[in-house]
């Protein structure tokens, strides 16, 4: 009989991890890294400054979801579909496709309001949607609510990282409901959603072919993927073609996605290189008093360690 070998005991910094995905569910990558500092400083860890997200991809990550995946869970990396150079890790329960069932903090009425914003988005042909439609599609709905109750659901779900700005002053799913809710989502609204050309996966909003007669769709992350390396490799610079019927892919299109990706290379490449300046800059953020997702996990990370040093 074959047996499994249980995963080696965790240290108390990988612990201290898990426990925070498990508590906040998905970070951006400023907020990880201003964690795995925090984390660098209380245990001592040798991570490299500017060299924490590849740490924690090539040596956290695999052996956090070692533990994890026993229990139906996993932390995956994903990339927002309005904005390509926002990447995020989100902790998913792969055996939780619906929402209502993610996480019992949430009240019934909270998440009839995500199912609601869920069905809007998703059946709007813009995919996005504007809170006043929200608002009153669930007054319609004869569900009882104050407009400043329904601001303070919206507040919480754009914390929590389900929803996010939108063009326009419209709202999108974020990245993190995509990743989590995609089996419920293309098996509840199959003929409203796509799979991207380019890494297969599903997507809600990305760039559409304009050949009327192409399905072709891509997001924009793997779209600036694909503009880049044919940019790097024909002397026609303005030759962008669908990958699938070879149509030229509209330039408004292209030149946003390259221009992203240039001014993001340019920025990473002026990056204070000095631990000094990053402490500076980390103090400065944790000093700052708005009501921001960096400074509403801080508090609950606080929150925690004073837990643990209790036990």
């Known amino acids: 009989m074959t047996t499994t070998t249980p995963p080696p005991p965790l240290e108390d910094h990988y612990k201290q991890l898990i426990q925070y995905f498990l508590h906040d569910g998905a970070y951006n990558e400023h907020e990880l890294i201003d964690l795995l500092n925090n984390l660098r400083d209380r245990y001592d860890l040798k991570i490299k400054v500017q060299n924490e997200i590849r740490t924690f991809t090539d040596t956290f990550l695999p052996l956090l979801n070692k533990h994890i995946n026993q229990y139906g869970m996993e932390i995956k990396q994903v990339v927002s579909e309005e ?18 069932k993610m996480d019992c903090s949430y009240t019934e009425k909270e998440a009839a309001i995500f199912e609601k914003i869920l069905e809007l988005i998703i059946t709007n042909d813009e995919k ?29 779900f754009h914390r929590d990282k389900w929803i996010e700005s939108g063009p326009h002053n419209t709202i999108i799913l974020h990245a993190r409901a995509i990743l989590e809710m995609q089996s419920f989502i293309t098996d509840t609204y199959r003929d409203d959603t796509y799979n991207c050309q380019i890494c297969r996966r599903l997507l809600i909003r990305g760039l559409v072919c304009s050949n009327s007669s192409c399905d072709v769709h891509m997001h924009r992350s793997c779209a600036a993927r694909y503009f880049l390396r044919l940019s790097n490799s024909t002397n026609k610079k303005s030759a962008y073609p669908c990958p699938t019927c070879k149509k030229e892919w509209n330039k408004n299109d292209v030149d946003s996605v390259l221009k992203t990706t240039k001014t993001t290379n340019e920025n990473s490449d002026q990056q204070p290189t000095t631990t000094a300046v990053n402490k500076r800059q980390r103090t400065s953020r944790n000093n700052n008093n708005s009501t921001n997702n960096r400074s509403v996990r801080s508090s609950a990370r606080q929150v925690i360690s004073e837990s643990d040093d209790d036990n």
């Open 128 to 156: 996005c949607i504007a809170s006043r439609v929200v608002f009153e599609a669930i007054l319609a709905n004869d569900l009882k609510m104050t407009q400043k109750e329904f601001g303070e659901i919206m507040a919480r």
């Open 83 to 100: 904005n390509e150079n926002d990447i995020y890790f989100v902790c998913i329960q792969n055996f939780k496709p619906q929402f209502v």
